[in-house]
Every structure is written in C-alpha cells, then in structure tokens.
C-alpha cells in the first residue's frame, strides 16, 4: 500500500476481525494485481479492473444461494465446515477461467473537450477449453488463488476445502472422477488431524449470462499460509512501532489519548493468530491450549 500507516490500521482491523467476525474472505491487492498483470495480460491494472475480479469471486461464493440446491443453501451450512476451530476463519479464494474485459488505456474525450471515464470493450480475455478436472486442479494452483501466501511449502496444508462447480451440463460422475484422480494424485495435503477431503457443490449458471466457457469453479479454503500473510504484516508493522513512526494522528483521538496499549493488544491477537495456524500444521493440535500459548503476559481473549 502507499499508505505509511497501513500496518497500523491492518494490526488494529485484524483485532476486530478475529475476535467479532464469524468468518473473513481474504482478498489481496498483491495478488489481484499479479493475477491481473500475468493472467490477464494487463500491463497497469485499473481500480476498475480489479473491483471485477472482487466482484467475479463474491458472487461465486454466492451461487449456492441464488441457486439453491440440497446442500449449501445458506451461510451457516456453507461455513460450517470450512471452519472447525473459531478463531482460525480467514478464507483464501480461488477462481478459474478467469475473464476481464479489457479496457481503452487512454481516457476519451467527449464532443465539449471534457474527458470521459474508461468504458470496456466486449472483447475479453483468451479462455483455455475447460473441463471438471481441468477447473478443481486449477483451483489448487497458487496462481488462481487471491492471496500472496505460499500453499505449496512442504509444511503448510488445507484445513478445509469447498469448490463450487458451476455449469449447466456437469454430471456428478464427472466430479466423482475428478476427486479420485486428485485423491489418486496426492497434490493437495490436508492437516494430520482432521479428515482429508474436498467438499464439492454443483451449481447452475445463469441463463441470461452469456459464458464463454462452460465450466468454472470457485473455491473457498482455510489454509494454513494464512500465518504468512499475517506474519508479514506484523513484520511491517513492527518496522515503524518500534520507531513510534506516524503516531500523532492517532494520539488524538480518545482511544489513544491516554497510551498507546491498544496497539499492543492488537499485535498480540494477531501473533497468537498466526501461532494457532502453524500449530494446525502438527498432529498435536487437538491438544493446543490457546490461553497457555497467549502466555500470562495480558487479558485472555474473548469469542
């Protein structure tokens, strides 16, 4: 970010976010901007441009209850397996054929000489021919998911796992097959102390959409390279806390105006976060005491 204070209000926001939300769905500006420029072939990405990519992946997690089926028809049905333990419910996302209209590189100028905002051409991105197997092992890939975190490194694995297939002519066998060749494959590792499985919905796609493709998925996963995305950010933010760098805006209001500890108890939250997703990379987790690996040091942290 070009914002100096960013750390500072990321650490504070991650607070809230852990000990209040239910579940967050983690969107990255790096990666949307690498997707973008790699994928897409877009040299200097729009805001635009990038708020439809935002706008493709939330109304994918979505399908399931514009088009309701048996199973994942409402959010707490959809999330409940996708987060066994509270505190661990930060979602990376992944997303496969990825389409983006392209858009004029240089503004138009109207008739009175004032200048128009960019409007898309309807060509659109080159789209591969998909198929069930080809759209699940895609959504693996870390150049698919939304998130700068390293899903491939030998220690980290998925906690859970849910694809929504969308077309109109997919077949259960399809996806049955699908899952033993991934299983048979052994490309995705799940925790050592949970059952190992892909969970798959089938969803339609809409009938007054024209789709270039007839297949897409969607994934929604907890993962455990979560702890490096939030690692960074401890490590950014301390780079300016311990230099009280950028603090006078916030010494002005209330909250701050006394001390500085709430900063100090945001970075705790965030770090015993982080230790509780590294500590779901081992067998032992079952075992894990959250108020013994907070320490003595400060307030126990309510749900």
Same mark, same amino acid.
């Given at each position: 970010?070009?914002?100096?204070?960013?750390?500072?209000?990321?650490?504070?926001?991650?607070?809230?976010?852990?000990?209040?939300?239910?579940?967050?769905?983690?969107?990255?500006?790096?990666?949307?901007?690498?997707?973008?420029?790699?994928?897409?072939?877009?040299?200097?990405?729009?805001?635009?441009?990038?708020?439809?990519?935002?706008?493709?992946?939330?109304?994918?997690?979505?399908?399931?209850?514009?088009?309701?089926?048996?199973?994942?028809?409402?959010?707490?049905?959809?999330?409940?397996?996708?987060? =066994?333990?509270?505190?661990?419910?930060?979602?990376?996302?992944?997303?496969? =054929?990825?389409?983006?209209?392209?858009?004029?590189?240089?503004?138009? =100028?109207?008739?009175?000489?004032?200048?128009?905002?960019?409007?898309?051409?309807?060509?659109?991105?080159?789209?591969?021919?998909?198929?069930?197997?080809?759209?699940?092992?895609?959504?693996?890939?870390?150049?698919?998911?939304?998130?700068?975190?390293?899903?491939?490194?030998?220690?980290?694995?998925?906690?859970?796992?849910?694809?929504?297939?969308?077309?109109?002519?997919?077949?259960?066998?399809?996806?049955?097959?699908?899952?033993?060749?991934?299983?048979?494959?052994?490309?995705?590792?799940?925790?050592?102390?949970?059952?190992?499985?892909?969970?798959?919905?089938?969803?339609?796609?809409? =009938?007054?959409?024209?789709?270039?493709?007839?297949?897409?998925?969607?994934?929604?996963?907890?993962?455990?390279?979560?702890?490096?995305?939030?690692?960074?950010?401890?490590?950014?933010?301390?780079?300016?806390?311990?230099?009280?760098?950028?603090?006078?805006?916030?010494?002005?209001?209330?909250?701050?105006?006394?001390?500085?500890?709430?900063?100090?108890?945001?970075?705790?939250?965030?770090?015993?976060?982080?230790?509780?997703?590294?500590?779901?990379?081992?067998?032992?987790?079952?075992?894990?005491?959250?108020?013994?690996?907070?320490?003595?040091?400060?307030?126990?942290?309510?749900?």
């Amino acid at each position: 970010s070009d914002v100096v204070v960013q750390p500072y209000n990321s650490v504070l926001t991650m607070k809230r976010l852990t000990l209040n939300a239910d579940a967050v769905v983690v969107l990255d500006n790096t990666a949307l901007n690498r997707i973008a420029v790699d994928r897409l072939k877009i040299e200097n990405p729009t805001v635009d441009q990038l708020n439809s990519l935002v706008a493709t992946i939330m109304a994918a997690s979505t399908t399931t209850l514009r088009y309701p089926g048996y199973m994942n028809n409402d959010l707490i049905g959809l999330l409940a397996s996708l987060i =066994p333990t509270p505190r661990c419910h930060f979602l990376m996302t992944g997303y496969t =054929p990825l389409t983006l209209a392209d858009y004029y590189q240089n503004p138009i =100028p109207n008739a009175d000489g004032s200048i128009s905002p960019t409007y898309p051409i309807a060509r659109s991105a080159s789209i591969r021919k998909t198929t069930v197997l080809d759209v699940m092992r895609r959504l693996c890939q870390p150049d698919n998911i939304m998130v700068s975190a390293n899903t491939r490194k030998p220690s980290s694995c998925y906690i859970s796992m849910l694809n929504i297939i969308q077309g109109n002519d997919v077949e259960p066998t399809q996806i049955h097959k699908a899952l033993q060749r991934m299983q048979e494959r052994q490309t995705i590792k799940f925790i050592p102390w949970g059952p190992a499985s892909i969970q798959v919905a089938l969803a339609r796609k809409s =009938p007054f959409l024209a789709s270039t493709n007839k297949v897409s998925g969607f994934m929604l996963a907890n993962h455990t390279s979560m702890a490096e995305l939030f690692d960074r950010l401890l490590s950014q933010y301390d780079q300016i806390r311990r230099r009280n760098a950028f603090l006078d805006n916030y010494r002005r209001e209330p909250m701050f105006q006394d001390n500085l500890d709430e900063f100090d108890s945001a970075r705790e939250t965030v770090q015993c976060l982080v230790d509780e997703y590294r500590a779901c990379e081992r067998k032992d987790y079952v075992d894990y005491d959250y108020d013994t690996a907070k320490g003595d040091g400060g307030e126990v942290l309510e749900e």
